[in-house]
Structure formats: structure tokens, C-alpha cells
């Protein structure tokens, strides 16, 4: 399956490819939930290695990128 993932936006379109709206009001947490479940989609076979190291990879910049605008806060 070739698949765009460029954005978090294209990772929330792929849950919802599954039947699944992840929204808990709160970005870093969704993110984490994200990371787990893609984790367990992978080790069930439900998606391939290289989406989910794709998905994973545009989680991860987006967790640093809202982690570096918690920290100018400060």
C-alpha cells in the first residue's frame, strides 16, 4: 500500500482509513496513542513496515515541534 505521510494530518487519515477519529483535546497525548496503536497495527500485520515507520517518523516531528513551542513558553 503506497501512501502519502507527510503531515499529521495524513496520520490521522490513515486511522480513519480503519474506522478510527483519535481526538483527546490534548496534541502530546494523541501523538503517544498514535505511536502505540500504529505499533500494534504493525506486529499484526495490519500495515507495512514502511508506513508505519513513515507514520512513526511524522509523529515523532511532530511531538518535538510541539514540545519546542511548550519549552518557548517558558
Not at 6 to 19: E, I, M, P, R, T
Not at 25 to 40: C, N, S, V
Amino acid at each position: 500500500m503506497v501512501r502519502k505521510m507527510n503531515s499529521f494530518y495524513d496520520v490521522q487519515q490513515l486511522f480513519k482509513s480503519f474506522g478510527h477519529i483519535v481526538y483527546f483535546g490534548d496534541r502530546q497525548a494523541e501523538i503517544d496513542f498514535m505511536k502505540d496503536e500504529l505499533k500494534e497495527m504493525y506486529l499484526s500485520n495490519v500495515i507495512e513496515r514502511e508506513l508505519w515507520l513513515k507514520a512513526a517518523g511524522v509523529l515523532q516531528q511532530e511531538s518535538e515541534r510541539i514540545k519546542g513551542r511548550s519549552n518557548s513558553r517558558i
